[in-house]
T-cell receptor, first 109, second 110 residues
Framework: DAKTTQPPSMDCAEGRAANLPCNHS???????VYWYRQIHSQGPQYIIH???NNETNEMASLIITEDRKSSTLILPHATLRDTAVYYC??????????FGTGTSLTVIP | NAGVTQTPKFRILKIGQSMTLQCTQD?????MYWYRQDPGMGLKLIYY???????DKGEVPNGYNVSRSTTEDFPLRLELAAPSQTSVYFC?????????FGDGTRLSIL
């Protein structure tokens, strides 16, 4: 079973920041949070991951709350190409990922 | 680099037929995975492998078999195709993280 909860859909205006929330209240101390996205039913694309600290890369920022029960993926300047389904995943032992149903993000011109 | 290559891209099978979905990676990754994705749903892990000669069941292994004789290849076998196995199948590989995915095989069982 997926260990994360995400809103099913969100809209964001082009050029604005997209903030995608994820709840993972049962996460264990050594489990990482990963974010992937899937565009047009292609293979999922890695975005970012983290354990405790906030992380940033060229694609996005990941903000993890201090109690680690939730996190937010931030796309700083959303473009039309960012329209996709975004998956928040908790990695369990053995490198197994459990995908939920994700958040369908629509970037509006 | 080709990354993760899956063949075929599309296939239609009749109930009871068998087939093998091919997956190969050229990144020398030790971990490989098979997922299925039903319409409107997230991916579910079928089988995974931590290295050549080692495989293990994921969340939904029933009706499938795998083998890992080389680092590069991780084929998925359907022995008796059933309509419930109509899905999109994704193969992935990793060396630690992140997982790199192929473009998928769209399989219909009629």
């Amino acid at each position: 079973d997926a260990k994360t909860t995400q809103p099913p859909s969100m809209d964001c205006a082009e050029g604005r920041a997209a903030n995608l929330p994820c709840n993972h209240s049962t996460i264990s101390g050594n489990e990482y949070v990963y974010w992937y996205r899937q565009i047009h039913s292609q293979g999922p694309q890695y975005i970012i991951h983290g354990l405790k600290n906030n992380e940033t890369n060229e694609m996005a920022s990941l903000i993890i709350t201090e109690d680690r029960k939730s996190s937010t993926l931030i796309l700083p300047h959303a473009t039309l190409r960012d329209t996709a389904v975004y998956y928040c995943i908790v990695r369990v032992i053995g490198n197994q990922f459990y995908f939920g149903t994700g958040t369908s993000l629509t970037v509006i011109p | 680099n080709a990354g993760v290559t899956q063949t075929p891209k599309f296939r239609i099978l009749k109930i009871g037929q068998s087939m093998t979905l091919q997956c190969t990676q050229d990144m020398n990754h030790n971990y490989m995975y098979w997922y299925r994705q039903d319409p409107g749903m997230g991916l579910k892990l079928i089988y995974y492998s931590v290295g050549a000669g080692i495989t293990d069941k994921g969340e939904v292994p029933n009706g499938y078999n795998v083998s890992r004789s080389t680092t590069e290849d991780f084929p998925l076998r359907l022995e008796l195709a059933a309509p419930s196995q109509t899905s999109v199948y994704f193969c992935a590989s990793s060396f630690g993280e992140p997982q790199h995915f192929g473009d998928g095989t769209r399989l219909s069982i009629l």
